[in-house]
Structures are given as C-alpha cells and as structure tokens.
C-alpha cells in the first residue's frame, strides 16, 4: 500500500533528523543490560497518569502507554502527586506557565525541577520526556497560523532538548523522548485545515516542524537517548483505520467538553471506545495509547524500546 504523500513527507523529515540521533551511538540497537527499576515520567497530557486525579483520556482506570509498557517489566507508573514518579500533567507547556488551561499545569521545566530536587537519576531508571503539545495549541490559539507562531514552536522544541540534556547531565542514562504526536489530524485542528489522507495541513507542518527541531538539538545524544515517533504511529492509524481495531478515526467518542472529564458515562451513545481512535478534540483513547505500546504493529513503542535496551 503507498503511503499519502503528507505521511511521506512527516516521516521523511524526521527520518533525516532521526537517522543523525541514531548514528551517534553507532546503530540503531545497542547491547545492554538494562533491568528497568523506575519509569519515570515528565511531560505533558499524553503522558499523564493522573497527577490532577484524572488524565486525559477516557477515565476507565486501565492503562495509558507508559503504564502499559511499564507493565512489560513488572513496575507500575503513578502519579508524582501520590507519591509517584509521574509528573506528566495535562496542559503543560515546555518552559511557558500555564495560565490560560485553568488547571496552572507546571512547565515541562518545572517537573524536571521538582524531580532532580527529590531524588538521584541512577543507571536503571528509565526517563520519559515529552511535550510541545500544548505549546502548539497555545501558539495556534494566540497568533493562528503565522510565522510569529512557527517561531514560539521552535523555540519550545528547542527549549524540550534543553530538558533531555539536563536529565542525562543529573545521571540519566536511558531516557526516551516522544516527539508530539500530529496535531493536525486531530479533530481540534479543524479550524484550521485538519490534515486529511490526501494531503497535509497547517498544524501538521507545526507538529513536523516541532519534531524535526527537536531531533536535531538531541542528534549527539544517541548514547543514552531514544526517540519515540508517535506521529508516525498514529498518522499510520489515521490513514487507514481498516488495517487496525478501528471502527472511528475522525470524531471524538467523549460527549464532555474534554477527556479530562470524560468516563465510560458520559460517551456517544452505542460506541465501543476501544474501537474509536480519539477520545477528545485532541487526546487518544485508552485502547489506542495501548495499541503504541504493544507489539503487534509497526513503530510501535515497545519494539522501538526491547530492541534498544
């Protein structure tokens, strides 16, 4: 099956950032004796587990990604609210406050911040880092589609591989780093052109051009770093739904203003969720985060992470 020319082009870009991250410790695997003791997470909604006592999905108490991962090797993820290693938290922008969400999600920054004050990274923690989510909606909100907001999505890109190299300067040595999944497939892009098989659109420029930045501020860090590609995962899903458990690709199955309210309650009427791709205007749901970190399919999380460590 060919592949749309706008998923050509997403994961041709990253490839050529990607190929550089890789060649920097040599392959694209490397032999290790890593027995994972914590997972450890700092991020942004995709990657929260309940900090605000809910998360961004359907809240249905089964597993996000990391969780299902972490799951592979017997440990569990929970919020750093509870004691946790969880500081992923919906809304959260990479070095910018939040103030405009309601929630005053800390920065990206803040949580590294709150997790090198607490403890010691050692050489079998695992550190996921991700963002740039927010900071795009943030962007696209204030100033549309403009080069004013191509300029805030660099800046925070480059303001995420700032994060990483502080991680791995505390004692990090397996960090994985999750680019932002394409925002411009989701149903909140469209206002502003939603990206469709045939072609591409806006935001998904901004989530490639986020993406391609980052990877090429962290291409020198291959010997402790590992990328995450969840747009090209999920934009495989969006194209052709038919050749996943997908009955809906296109609307949110959540009736609530956003995942963050939403349970098995309060869904559209006669839907299966674990069949539906987006919960909300921009989050997955819980069955599609868990379709990342399986193996059954390609550029999924959990081979990109067996195969490396």
């Known amino acids: 099956m060919m592949s749309s020319p706008w998923i050509r082009r997403a994961a041709g870009s990253l490839l050529v950032a990607a190929t550089a991250l890789l060649a920097a410790c040599g392959s694209g695997s490397v032999v290790s ?11 942004d909604g995709f990657a929260d587990v309940g900090q605000n006592g809910h998360r961004y999905t359907i809240n249905d108490g089964s597993l996000n990604w990391v969780q299902q991962l972490a799951s592979y090797y017997s440990l569990t993820v929970a919020p750093a609210s509870s004691g946790g290693f969880g500081y992923a938290q919906g809304n959260a922008r990479v070095a910018t406050p939040d103030t405009s969400s309601g929630t005053n999600a800390p920065s990206v920054t803040a949580q590294v911040d709150a997790l090198l004050a607490r403890t010691t990274l050692g050489k079998n923690d695992v550190v996921f880092i991700n963002g740039g989510m927010s900071d795009i909606v943030a962007a696209v909100q204030a100033t549309g589609i403009s080069a004013a907001t191509n300029a805030t999505v660099d800046t ?3 303001a995420l591989a700032d994060q990483v190299r502080r991680v791995v300067a505390a004692g990090a040595t397996h960090v994985v780093v999750s680019g932002v999944y394409n925002l411009g497939i989701t149903p909140w892009a469209t206002p502003w052109g939603r990206s469709q098989p045939t072609g591409g659109g806006p935001v998904t420029d901004l989530s490639v051009a986020f993406n391609d930045r980052l990877l090429i501020q962290i291409a020198d860090m291959g010997a402790t770093v590992l990328y995450f590609d969840p747009a090209l995962f999920f934009n495989l899903i969006y194209n052709k739904p038919s050749n ?3 009955d809906n690709g296109t609307d949110p199955v959540c009736t609530t203003p956003d995942a963050s309210t939403c349970t098995p309650t309060t869904l559209v009427a006669g839907a299966d969720p674990s069949r539906w791709l987006f919960a909300d205007g921009l989050y997955f749901t819980p069955a599609m985060q868990r379709l990342f970190a399986s193996d059954g399919y390609a550029e999924n999380a959990y081979t990109r992470f067996k195969n490396r460590w």
């Open 156 to 158: 925070a890109a480059r």
């Open 244 to 246: 996943y458990p997908v």
């Open 33 to 43: 004796d890593l027995v994972p003791q914590r997972f450890i997470t700092v991020g």
